[in-house]
């Protein structure tokens, strides 16, 4: 009996899955890996990711900035899939020209793709919070997936 290997995706289908997203999960190394949802953006070059500045994720990124970043979309039955892992490091970026463009990208992500003002809780800020304050304040730490070292996608046929 063969085995029958799931197709990897090309450049352009997992770029493609990245642009469309906007939840991830990160693993970081350590005795047990520790895996966390985060919500990203992507410039067309690199992903950003917004961290409360507290949190095991801290010790983590600290003690190791390499990580495992893996995208996935799905329909609930799992008839269709595509999921992409990314292997890199993560930067803390110190820049506040670049901080801020990245979260004026978060801020337009929130309201292109509506969602729930929740999500500020995730992002170091309270519910009731304005949207632009998460513009305005520094509640949490703006960080970069660079060295990139490997992508691998995959997707039903």
Request: include cysteine; charged fraction near 30%; glycine fraction near 4%.
């Amino acid at each position: 009996m063969d085995i029958h290997k799931v197709p990897l995706m090309s450049k352009e289908e997992y770029d493609e899955l990245i642009k469309e997203s906007y939840v991830s999960r990160i693993c970081f190394k350590g005795k047990y890996p520790y895996i966390a949802p985060f919500m990203y953006v992507f410039d067309d070059q690199y992903l950003y990711f917004l961290s409360t500045k507290y949190g095991k994720k801290i010790q983590r990124f600290q003690a190791n900035p390499k990580v495992a970043v893996e995208i996935e979309k799905y329909k609930d039955d799992l008839s269709e899939y595509r999921f992409v892992t990314l292997q890199g490091r993560i930067y803390q970026v110190e820049d506040n020209n670049e901080k801020l463009d990245v979260r004026k990208l978060f801020v337009d992500l929130i309201k292109k793709k509506s969602l729930s003002r929740n999500i500020l809780a995730a992002l170091g800020h309270s519910p009731d919070d304005e949207l632009e304050s998460i513009i305005n304040e520094e509640r949490s730490f703006v960080w970069k997936l660079v060295d990139v070292k490997n992508i691998i996608g995959i997707k039903t046929s």
